[in-house]
């Protein structure tokens, strides 16, 4: 049973590029959620997306964008990128019925 | 605003040494909560899900309690274990599919 899958593992962007992650949930999942982790901090939730439509959202400013398709993979979409941006993007997909979170291996994004 | 506070920042034990992590968070109205291991720079992978009508959950050598009233959970780790270094996070979470909410973590290095 696979996990979540998340692409690329890494990849370097310059400034005021434009930049789209991938994932693909857990078997049986129907919920996506991104999340941006820091450096030393824990992830902070981007926004999440279930049947096809984002339905809730954290602080991030409209630059992060989402997609989610009718086999409920997503993308996150960076426009403008920012020094700022460079962290470990982390995918995580979730049953609407059920508790409990699973998460990928995360996207390594650095921006120059 | 749900906030999560986990307690040491940083642990340094000698293998075979039994452990906690503490974990606090504000709002206690949650569903459930939700620990896991973090080792650098790769995604997030799930310890163990205590559900709030739960006290405890066991995996092997782990042990997590759960303390809803006073807003407290801890992860209590037996005879450590070099492989057991990492980031440990803790992460409360509500209804369905509401988003986690994270602290720093606690980052764990054991000793051979």
């Known amino acids: 049973d696979a996990g979540v899958t998340q692409s690329p593992t890494h990849l370097i962007k310059t400034r005021g590029q434009q930049v789209t992650l991938r994932c693909s949930p857990k078997?049986?999942?129907?919920?996506v959620s991104w999340y941006q982790q820091a450096l030393g901090q824990g992830p902070q939730f981007i926004f999440q997306?279930?049947?096809?439509?984002?339905?809730q959202r954290g602080n991030f400013p409209d630059r992060f964008s989402g997609h989610q398709f009718p086999n409920y993979s997503s993308e996150l979409n960076v426009n403008a990128l920012l020094l700022g941006d460079s962290a470990l993007y982390l995918c995580?997909?979730?049953?609407?019925?059920?508790?409990?979170?699973?998460f990928g291996s995360g996207t390594r994004l650095t921006v120059v | 605003k749900q906030e999560v506070t986990q307690i040491p920042a940083a642990l340094s034990v000698p293998e075979g040494e039994n452990l906690v992590l503490n974990c606090s968070f504000t709002?206690?109205?949650?569903?459930?909560l939700q620990w896991f291991r973090q080792d650098p720079g790769k995604g997030l992978t799930s310890l163990l899900l205590?559900?709030?009508?739960?006290r405890e959950q066991t995996s092997g050598r782990l042990n997590a309690s759960l303390d809803k009233s006073s807003g407290r959970s801890t992860l209590y780790i037996a005879a450590s274990q070099p492989g057991d270094s990492a980031t440990y996070l803790c992460?409360?979470?509500?209804?369905?599919?509401?988003?986690?909410?994270f602290g720093k973590g606690t980052r764990l290095s054991v000793i051979a």
């Open positions: 078997s049986g999942h129907d919920t």
């Open positions: 997306y279930y049947e096809e439509e984002e339905r």
């Open positions: 995580a997909s979730s049953q609407v019925t059920l508790y409990g979170y699973t």
């Open positions: 205590i559900q709030s009508s739960q």
């Open positions: 709002d206690s109205a949650i569903y459930n």
């Open positions: 992460a409360p979470g509500d209804s369905g599919n509401t988003p986690l909410v």
